[in-house]
């Protein structure tokens, strides 16, 4: 299965990009680089990408085990490195899930099946950087 996507130049530094789907987001550069600073730039959009994958899967899982959730927030701090191509080093992600009498057996298994099995984000870059995880249970 392929997939798609286009990314158009606008001015300076800002650029469009469109999926196969027909979605659109802006891309742009910081203001001293020559961009105006009206979009996300692209490492932050993989860091986005990592966090919405894995997202998906647990609230998945967690709705078939079950579980009462109420919100999850995912943080995703990227480190890189100081030369070029400043690739990211290592990825930290950080889940904070709510709910009412979640199980911290099902969300620790829900997590752990996202990263071992199911977020194909995670599998792509992995082994280009080091990939951490923690999370945080709230319960209400």
Not at 13 to 32: C, P
Not at 83 to 112: H, Q, W
Request: proline letters at 1%; aromatic letters at 6%.
């Amino acid at each position: 299965m392929a997939l798609n996507a286009k990314v158009k130049w606008i001015e300076g530094l800002q650029f469009v990009g469109e999926s196969g789907t027909g979605h659109a987001i802006i891309m742009d550069g910081d203001a001293q680089f020559g961009g105006q600073d009206t979009g996300m730039r692209p490492m932050e959009l993989l860091l986005v990408g990592v966090g919405g994958c894995s997202g998906m899967d647990v609230i998945s899982i967690l709705k078939k085990k079950k579980q009462n959730v109420t919100s999850i927030e995912i943080n995703v701090k990227g480190e890189k490195a100081e030369s070029y191509p400043k690739k990211f080093t290592e990825i930290n992600i950080e889940y904070i899930i709510s709910g009412k009498d979640l199980s911290e057996d099902a969300v620790k298994r829900a997590i752990e099946l996202s990263m071992d099995k199911y977020c194909s984000v995670k599998a792509t870059i992995e082994g280009a950087a080091k990939i951490n995880y923690s999370y945080k249970i709230i319960n209400s």
